[in-house]
Nanobody
Framework: QVQLVESGGGLVQAGGSLRLSCTAS????????MGWFRQAPGKEHEFVAG????????YYADSMKGRFTISRDNAKNTVYLQMSSLKPEDTAVYYC?????????????????WGQGTQVTVSS
């Protein structure tokens, strides 16, 4: 089992920045690809970004490229999502997820473990 706990969400004005953190416990964190997803009210889970187990490769949804940066610190069992130039449409609950698959999955159901989420609200 892997337990994931997100933090760092909150209320921010449009154009502002936030850094989300996701700390893992349980099995060896460095064995897992990690992903960030978000879910706005009434919508499906949307892939935001992913990073390989060793941190060497990252992947972003097109709408997040250039604004969001995913990184990880395996010594701290933590993955981060740095978000900048935030827009009201970025408002959602943000989740981290862990996967042992061969490649970085981009669908919610392809991950093995998920956190409980942290709310991000961007005001206009």
């Amino acid at each position: 089992q892997v337990q994931l706990v997100e933090s760092g969400g909150g209320l921010v004005q449009a154009g502002g920045s936030l850094r989300l953190s996701c700390t893992a416990s349980g099995r060896t964190f460095s064995n897992y690809h990690m992903g960030w997803f978000r879910q706005a009210p009434g919508k499906e889970h949307e892939f935001v970004a992913g990073i390989t187990a060793n941190g060497g490769t990252t992947y972003y949804a097109d709408s997040m490229k250039g604004r969001f940066t995913i990184s990880r610190d395996n010594a701290k069992n933590t993955v981060y999502l740095q978000m900048s130039s935030l827009k009201p449409e970025d408002t959602a609950v943000y989740y981290c997820a862990a996967s042992r698959s061969f490649r970085i999955p981009t669908t919610w159901g392809s991950y093995d473990y998920w956190g409980q989420g942290t709310q991000v609200t961007v005001s206009s």
